[in-house]
Each structure stands twice: as C-alpha cells, then as structure tokens.
C-alpha cells in the first residue's frame, strides 16, 4: 500500500481496446499495457495521501510501514507509524535499542513477531549496510525478517524498481480483471507471479507506479466485499465482470477468527508486560485468562518466538537482550 511519492510516474504505451476473455484465463495473455493507463491515471487522481508515500518518509519509512500493513488496516497502522518515525527516524535508532522495545511500541498492531522482525532487520542494516536500507533486491532479501514481498515492495516503492509485488490486493485484482475469477487462491502459486510478471510495465518507472496503482485499487475499488465496479477504470475490460461475476468455486476462503484463540490470549499476556516498567510476576500474567492450559500454553509460545524472557523466581519481562553481533 505504498508508492515512491505523490508524484506520478511517466505511462508506458497507448491505452488498447477492451479484451475479453473466458472464466479462468488470462484476458491479457503476454502484455498488461491496456491496463496500466486507466489504472495509473485513476490512481493520481485517487491516491490516499498516506506519509509513508510522501518523499520524507525515505527508504526506512517505506520499509516500517511495509511491516506495519501486513494483516492490519491502514487506520490502524496510522498512529503507531507515526510515534515509531519519530522515536526511530532511522534503522540505527532502533538497532540500538532493547528488541522488547521495539514490541512495546508496537502495540496493539497484531502479529508483534513482526516488531522483533523489523528490529532484526534494523540491526542488519546498521551492521551490513552502514545505516542506509539498501537499494539492492538480493540484499534486501537477505536481511533478517524479510521474505519476497517486502523485499519487492521496498524496493519498487521506494526506490522506483521494476518488480512484481504480489500483496492481497493486487492477487484479488489481477484474479478478477485478468483471470476472470472471483478471488485467488489461499496462498500465491507460481502461475500467479508468471502472470505478475507479464503484467509488469517494461519502463522501471512505470512498473513501480503500477505496482502502487495495481495495489490501491484493491484496497478502495476491487474490495474483497461490496466491490464498487461502477469507480473501476478497468470495468469494461474486467474479465470477472465480463463473464457475469460467477461466485467462487475453489477451496474454502480462509476466516480470520480471535476471539477465545491463543492469539488472544498471548495478546492479552503481552499487553500486561508492555505497560509494565519491571518483571512482572507469574500470579499477575494468570489474571488476564481463566482457563489455565492455554494461558501456559499461550505463554509458553512467546517465550518460545522471542516476544517474552523468563526470568528466575516465576518473573517474565519483554525481551532485553540485543541480538549477537553479525558480520
């Protein structure tokens, strides 16, 4: 959900006529050029102004936020980036910092193994790269914590490079206008980053605007839910659209469920431990849930991931220690 800046990039190539396709197949089999203008255009035009999107934010902003919105809404991402950018503007900041406080900052975001991942990564940086997010794909991939999409999305959104990023969004989006399905798969497959990669603009600059435009209309037009085709700019070409918006028919789509999960109970556990300025003891932690098998259980499992360090005398505090220095 990021872009280099405001300002939008040069558009490769005429705007072709529509082209349809059958359900299932690509409606734009070699070339994604009849979608890029459309989708870039209504994106300078509709873009939210998001900080992480504006110059200043820089590489680090980009990379922060990148983590930020992985399963979690960009209203709520909001103010915990901004309290993060101005408490560690750069990755040496929260390199030298406690990774527990890096998971007291990150409140209730969700996912808080993210906030040990991102601080890992901090320390990477600082450590490989002189401070500075690098600008090579391969290097940012290396980096602790980040797998294929945070590496591509970095790299595209903040340094204008041409790669395919595959979020949530983007998969809904090209499953729909291209593929003529209602929704992808559950998890991505190989014929869908083929495809992604086809779609990708020649032009790096272009590529990088579209990987932006791609992933906003996903996340304001072509919604999971009540998707409002009437704002596309890609309807008339829209291979779902086309073929009658046929319901899906593959496997069952995923359901996010809390409440009574471990994830809740571990979130409840970590919050007692975040507004604490001390060890906070075992009699303290057992008053957050009732039922004692999956508390341990849920408590267990932090300290396992790192999130949480047992201390003698039944004490447990947000991890303290700074991670073993890597060449």
Same mark, same amino acid.
């Given at each position: 959900?990021?872009a280099?800046?405001?300002?939008?990039?040069s558009?490769?190539?005429?705007?072709?006529?529509?082209?349809?396709s059958?359900?299932?197949?690509?409606?734009?089999?070699a070339?994604?050029?009849?979608?890029?203008?459309?989708?870039?255009?209504?994106?300078?035009?509709?873009?939210?102004?998001?900080?992480?999107?504006?110059?200043?934010?820089?590489?680090?902003?980009?990379?922060?936020?990148?983590?930020m919105?992985?399963?979690?809404?960009?209203?709520?991402?909001?103010?915990?980036?901004?309290?993060?950018?101005?408490?560690?503007?750069?990755?040496?900041?929260?390199?030298?910092?406690?990774?527990?406080?890096?998971?007291?900052?990150?409140?209730?975001?969700?996912?808080? +193994?993210?906030?040990?991942?991102?601080?890992?990564?901090?320390?990477?940086?600082?450590?490989?790269?002189?401070?500075?997010?690098?600008?090579?794909?391969?290097?940012?991939l290396?980096?602790?914590?980040?797998?294929? *999409?945070?590496?591509?999305?970095?790299?595209?959104?903040a *340094?204008?490079?041409?790669?395919?990023?595959?979020?949530?969004?983007?998969?809904?989006?090209?499953?729909?206008?291209? &593929?003529?399905?209602? *929704?992808?798969?559950?998890?991505?497959?190989?014929?869908?980053?083929?495809?992604?990669?086809?779609?990708?603009?020649?032009?790096?600059?272009?590529?990088?605007?579209?990987?932006a435009?791609?992933?906003?209309?996903?996340?304001?037009?072509?919604?999971?839910k009540?998707?409002?085709?009437?704002?596309?700019?890609?309807?008339?070409?829209?291979?779902?659209r086309?073929?009658?918006?046929?319901?899906?028919?593959?496997?069952? +789509?995923r359901g996010? &469920?809390?409440?009574?999960?471990?994830?809740?109970?571990?979130?409840?556990?970590?919050?007692?431990? +975040?507004?604490?300025?001390?060890?906070?003891?075992?009699?303290?932690?057992?008053?957050?849930?009732?039922?004692?098998?999956?508390?341990?259980?849920?408590?267990?499992?932090?300290?396992?991931?790192?999130?949480?360090?047992?201390?003698?005398?039944?004490?447990?505090?947000?991890?303290?220690?700074?991670?073993?220095?890597?060449?």
């Amino acid at each position: 959900m990021t872009a280099p800046t405001k300002s939008p990039h040069s558009i490769d190539g005429p705007v072709d006529s529509p082209v349809g396709s059958p359900v299932g197949r690509p409606a734009h089999n070699a070339s994604g050029e009849p979608l890029h203008s459309p989708v870039i255009a209504w994106f300078d035009e509709h873009a939210r102004d998001l900080p992480w999107r504006r110059a200043e934010a820089g590489p680090w902003g980009v990379m922060v936020s990148e983590f930020m919105l992985q399963q979690t809404p960009v209203n709520r991402v909001l103010p915990v980036y901004e309290q993060w950018l101005a408490r560690w503007p750069r990755p040496a900041d929260l390199a030298k910092e406690a990774p527990g406080e890096a998971v007291r900052a990150w409140g209730r975001l969700g996912y808080p +193994r993210r906030a040990l991942r991102l601080h890992g990564a901090a320390v990477a940086i600082t450590e490989r790269h002189g401070g500075d997010v690098p600008t090579n794909h391969a290097q940012l991939l290396a980096l602790p914590g980040i797998g294929e *999409y945070t590496a591509a999305a970095v790299a595209s959104f903040a *340094y204008g490079q041409r790669h395919a990023v595959l979020d949530t969004n983007v998969r809904r989006v090209f499953a729909r206008a291209v &593929t003529g399905v209602q *929704y992808p798969p559950n998890a991505t497959t190989a014929a869908e980053r083929k495809l992604a990669r086809a779609l990708l603009p020649e032009d790096e600059r272009t590529a990088a605007r579209w990987a932006a435009a791609s992933m906003e209309l996903g996340a304001l037009v072509c919604t999971a839910k009540n998707e409002t085709c009437q704002r596309c700019p890609i309807a008339a070409q829209c291979a779902w659209r086309l073929a009658g918006k046929p319901e899906h028919d593959g496997p069952p +789509r995923r359901g996010q &469920t809390y409440a009574g999960t471990d994830r809740q109970v571990r979130g409840k556990l970590l919050a007692v431990l +975040r507004e604490a300025h001390g060890p906070v003891p075992q009699a303290a932690l057992d008053r957050v849930w009732h039922e004692p098998v999956q508390r341990a259980r849920a408590l267990d499992g932090l300290v396992s991931d790192g999130l949480v360090e047992p201390l003698a005398g039944g004490l447990y505090r947000l991890p303290s220690a700074l991670p073993a220095h890597r060449s």
